[in-house]
């Protein structure tokens, strides 16, 4: 079993910057894939970013690539996404998942979940 808790959400202005961490247990980091998933509000989940065991490689959404990066603190088992030029758009409900699968792009390729950690981005 893998134990997610998501912490670092907030209230920002448009503009802004926020890093959103995810510390795991029952399971490093480094040897599982890991990913980021938002929902907002009358919306359905959808893929942030995902980072790939081992070697790190990153997959993200067109809407926020160039904007977020993922990361991974091996030291602390914690996944973090450093979002930056926040826009109202990004505002949602932001979910850390982890998955043995090879697939990291859709929520049904996830196995273990966060609570998730509020994002609010006043324009």
């Known amino acids: 079993q893998v134990q997610l808790v998501e912490s670092g959400g907030g209230l920002v202005q448009a503009g802004d910057s926020l890093t959103l961490s995810c510390a795991a247990s029952g399971r490093t980091v480094s040897t599982i894939n890991m990913g980021w998933f938002r929902q907002a509000p009358g919306k359905e989940r959808e893929f942030v970013a995902a980072m790939r065991w081992g070697g790190g490689a990153t997959s993200y959404t067109d809407s926020v690539r160039g904007r977020f990066t993922i990361s991974r603190d091996n030291a602390r088992n914690t996944v973090r996404l450093q979002m930056n030029s926040l826009k109202p758009e990004d505002t949602a409900v932001y979910y850390c998942?982890?998955?043995?699968?090879?697939?990291?792009?859709?929520?049904?390729?996830?196995?273990?979940w966060g609570q998730g950690t509020q994002v609010t981005v006043s324009s």
């Open positions: 998942a982890a998955t043995n699968s090879g697939s990291v792009l859709a929520r049904i390729d996830y196995d273990y």
